[in-house]
T-cell receptor, first 115, second 114 residues
Framework: DTGVSQNPRHKITKRGQNVTFRCDPISEHNRLYWYRQTLGQGPEFLTYFQNEAQLEKSRLLSDRFSAERPKGSFSTLEIQRTEQGDSAMYLC?????????????FGPGTRLTVL | GDSVTQMEGPVTLSEEAFLTINCTYTATGYPSLFWYVQYPGEGLQLLLKATKADDKGSNKGFEATYRKETTSFHLEKGSVQVSDSAVYFCALSPDGWDGQNFVFGPGTRLSVLP
């Protein structure tokens, strides 16, 4: 197991374009999280899944954002009609086992730059 | 709501200096507390954690003690190395956490000079 992976690592796009990111969690981890991290800030929660069910969405997740985890394994995060304010690092994390839970395991992130 | 406050950076130290990064939190009950580290170009890695009052988390020479009376979880290291240069995040998971989101502080950048 090589940990949480994210692709692409970097994405540069023009304003108004759609982008999609992928996260592959640690095998058999049933929970998967998406965070956004802007420069000089800590990660901000966007949404999380337990298996294929999306259980919680932050108010930061506008209607231009959509996340899926169709088979309870990898997840995708799509941003439609990108805006310059969407420029950030998008982090994925996974968590497995049963309560009491411990740490989340983070991927390396996808850095999005919107021109 | 729950929140985490950290000392502002950047913090610049010479090698072998003593490090303290302050972290205080606001939360109900007994949250679990964490320090994560982010090296350049990488994701976040768990550095240490404490799950109840007076617990001390330690790893790689770093230590932090969960102080309920002062709602603090300050990170310390007796002798820093150049390789410790990174961004450090204090975080909490709420009391009775069942796997919902963490709350992160804004991070403190540490630069250690040779």
């Amino acid at each position: 197991d090589t940990g949480v992976s994210q692709n692409p690592r970097h994405k540069i796009t023009k304003r108004g374009q759609n982008v999609t990111f992928r996260c592959d969690p640690i095998s058999e981890h049933n929970r998967l999280y998406w965070y956004r991290q802007t420069l000089g800030q800590g990660p901000e929660f966007l949404t999380y899944f337990q298996n294929e069910a999306q259980l919680e969405k932050s108010r930061l997740l506008s209607d231009r954002f959509s996340a899926e985890r169709p088979k309870g394994s990898f997840s995708t995060l799509e941003i439609q009609r990108t805006e310059q304010g969407d420029s950030a690092m998008y982090l994925c994390a996974s968590l497995g086992g049963v309560p009491p839970y411990n740490e989340q395991f983070f991927g390396p992130g996808t850095r999005l730059t919107v021109l | 709501g729950d929140s985490v406050t950290q000392m502002e950076g950047p913090v610049t130290l010479s090698e072998e200096a003593f490090l303290t990064i302050n972290c205080t939190y606001t939360a109900t009950g007994y949250p679990s507390l964490f320090w994560y580290v982010q090296y350049p170009g990488e994701g976040l890695q768990l550095l240490l954690k404490a799950t109840k009052a007076d617990d001390k988390g330690s790893n790689k020479g770093f230590e932090a003690t969960y102080r309920k009376e002062t709602t603090s979880f300050h990170l310390e290291k007796g002798s820093v190395q150049v390789s410790d240069s990174a961004v450090y995040f204090c975080a909490l998971s709420p009391d009775g956490w069942d796997g919902q989101n963490f709350v992160f502080g804004p991070g403190t950048r540490l630069s250690v000079l040779p």
